[in-house]
C-alpha cells in the first residue's frame, strides 16, 4: 500500500466507495467504540449510556482525539435497552442489568441467559409463540413505560446529531436502528443450551415457530425504518456461527430466515450491517445469497478474513477484524502489525474497512495505532 497524502474523499464517499467493492482513496477506519468515550471523557458507564449530551460531548471529544474516523456513533446504546419491540438487547424480553439501575453506575451492562435452567420460554414456548405470538413474553419486570417513553426524545435528538455531524464532518452513522431474525432470538428465549437441544429433539416445531415469527420481524423491522428514516441499520448473529452449530444446521435453521429478513429489508436502507460474532469461516460461501453490496459483513477475530475476501471479496465489503484484547495488552507496535496484515490481504480491489469492537478499557495509544495505521498504510496506489 501507498504513504498518506492528502486525503481526497470525504468519510462518507470513502465509506460508499468501500461498500460498493470499489477503491478508495485508502482503506476506511471504522472502529466500534461501543462504552470506550465513556473512559477516555471520564464520564461514567451510566451518563453515557442514557444522556444524550453527556453521550455527544464524550463521542465527539474521543472522535477529535483519534484523529476522526470513518464513521460515527449518532446516539447512546443505551437505547437499544428501551426497545419496546423483541430484540436482543430489550430488557422487557430478556434479563438485563444496567449501569446506574441493578449495577454500580460504572459496571458494564450483563445478562443472565437463562442458558439451561429456568429458561425464559420453556419447551412449550414454541406453541406459545406460534399461537399468541412474540409478545407473550414481554414483560415490565426490567424495564417501565417510562422507559418506552424516552424513545421518542432519543430518535428527534438522535436525527438532530446525524444530520449536524454529517454537516460537520461528512462521516456516516455506523447504525440507526437493528433489526432481527428468528433463530438468535428464539436460542436466547429459550437459553442457549436447551435451544441447541431443541435442535435435536424438536427441530420441525423450532422451524414452525420461526415460519411463523420471520414476517412480524420484517414488519417490524420496516416500521422502524419508516419511523425513524434510518439508513444505516443492524443484523446481529452468533449463535449461527460453527462455534455453536454445523454448516447443515445453519442452512436449515439460520439461512432462510436471515435472506429473506435481508432481501426485504435492503431496499429501505442505505446499508446493513451483518454483525456476525464468533466463527464464520467454515459458513461464508452461503453468505453469498445475502445481499450484494447492501450488506457489509462485520467479523471478529474468530473468523478467517483473508478465507472471507476469497470468498466474498466480490459480493460483499468486509468489516474487521482486529483482535479486540490486543487493544487492552498490546503494544501499538503489535496493533501496528496486525492492521498492516489485514490491509495487506484484503485491502486489494476495495471492499474492506479496519475495524475492531474497542474494549471498555482498551489503551487509548493502541486504538489510535489502530487508527493511524489505516491512515498511513492504507493509501491506494493510483
Given at each position: 500500500m501507498g504513504k498518506a497524502t492528502e486525503e481526497a474523499m470525504t468519510p462518507l464517499e470513502r465509506i460508499n466507495a468501500a461498500m460498493d467493492l470499489k477503491e478508495p482513496d485508502r482503506v476506511p477506519i471504522a472502529p466500534l467504540l461501543d462504552t470506550f468515550p465513556a473512559r477516555v471523557a471520564g464520564v461514567t458507564l451510566a451518563d453515557y449510556l442514557f444522556n444524550f449530551e453527556i453521550f455527544e460531548k464524550a463521542f465527539e471529544e474521543t472522535y477529535l482525539k483519534l484523529g476522526k474516523v470513518d464513521?460515527?456513533?449518532?446516539?447512546?446504546?443505551?437505547?437499544?435497552?428501551?426497545?419496546?419491540?423483541?430484540?436482543?438487547?430489550?430488557?422487557?424480553?430478556?434479563?438485563?442489568?444496567?449501569?446506574?439501575?441493578?449495577?454500580?453506575?460504572?459496571?458494564?451492562?450483563?445478562?443472565?441467559?437463562?442458558?439451561k435452567e429456568n429458561p425464559i420460554m420453556d419447551e412449550n414456548g414454541y406453541d406459545l409463540i406460534i399461537n399468541e405470538g412474540l409478545y407473550r413474553f414481554f414483560s415490565f419486570k426490567r424495564g417501565s413505560l417510562l422507559d418506552i417513553a424516552r424513545i421518542p426524545e432519543f430518535g428527534m435528538k438522535s436525527a438532530m446529531l446525524k444530520a449536524k455531524w454529517m454537516e460537520k464532518y461528512q462521516a456516516p452513522p455506523m447504525l440507526e436502528g437493528q433489526i432481527a431474525a428468528p433463530y438468535d432470538l428464539l436460542s436466547k428465549l429459550r437459553g442457549t443450551t436447551n435451544f441447541l437441544l431443541d435442535l435435536h429433539r424438536r427441530p420441525e416445531k423450532i422451524i414452525e415457530a420461526c415460519d411463523w415469527m420471520v414476517d412480524g420481524l420484517i414488519a417490524i423491522a420496516l416500521n422502524m425504518i419508516d419511523m425513524t428514516r434510518a439508513e444505516y441499520v443492524l443484523c446481529g448473529s452468533?449463535?449461527?456461527?460453527?462455534?455453536?452449530?454445523?454448516?447443515?444446521?445453519?442452512?436449515?435453521?439460520?439461512?432462510?430466515?436471515?435472506?429473506?429478513?435481508?432481501?426485504?429489508?435492503?431496499?429501505?436502507?442505505?446499508?446493513?450491517?451483518?454483525?456476525?460474532?464468533?466463527?464464520?469461516?467454515?459458513?461464508?460461501?452461503?453468505?453469498?445469497?445475502?445481499?450484494?453490496?447492501?450488506?457489509?459483513?462485520?467479523?471478529?477475530?474468530?473468523?478467517?478474513?483473508?478465507?472471507?475476501?476469497?470468498?466474498?471479496?466480490?459480493?460483499?465489503?468486509?468489516?474487521?477484524?482486529?483482535?479486540?484484547?490486543?487493544?487492552?495488552?498490546g503494544t501499538p507496535k503489535e496493533v501496528e502489525k496486525e492492521v498492516k496484515k489485514i490491509i495487506d490481504g484484503c485491502a486489494e480491489g476495495g471492499g474492506l474497512i479496519v475495524s475492531a469492537?474497542?474494549?471498555?478499557?482498551?489503551?487509548?495509544?493502541?486504538?489510535?495505532?489502530?487508527?493511524?495505521t489505516t491512515k498511513k498504510y492504507g493509501v491506494y496506489r493510483k
Open positions: 464513521m460515527i456513533d449518532i446516539a447512546p446504546t443505551g437505547l437499544a435497552y428501551f426497545d419496546p419491540f423483541p430484540g436482543m438487547f430489550s430488557t422487557f424480553y430478556f434479563e438485563w442489568y444496567l449501569p446506574g439501575r441493578e449495577l454500580p453506575p460504572d459496571r458494564m451492562a450483563e445478562i443472565n441467559e437463562h442458558s452468533g449463535g449461527l456461527s460453527s462455534d455453536f452449530v454445523s454448516p447443515k444446521t445453519f442452512e436449515k435453521f439460520g439461512l432462510p430466515y436471515l435472506r429473506k429478513v435481508l432481501h426485504a429489508v435492503k431496499d429501505h436502507v442505505k446499508r446493513i450491517q451483518c454483525h456476525f460474532d464468533t466463527n464464520w469461516t467454515p459458513i461464508l460461501e452461503y453468505l453469498i445469497e445475502l445481499p450484494s453490496k447492501k450488506c457489509y459483513l462485520h467479523l471478529d477475530e474468530r473468523t478467517d478474513i483473508f478465507k472471507a475476501k476469497e470468498i466474498l471479496g466480490d459480493h460483499m465489503c468486509l468489516f474487521g477484524n482486529l483482535k479486540p484484547s490486543l487493544l487492552s495488552f469492537e474497542v474494549p471498555d478499557d482498551a489503551k487509548f495509544e493502541n486504538v489510535k495505532a489502530m487508527v493511524d
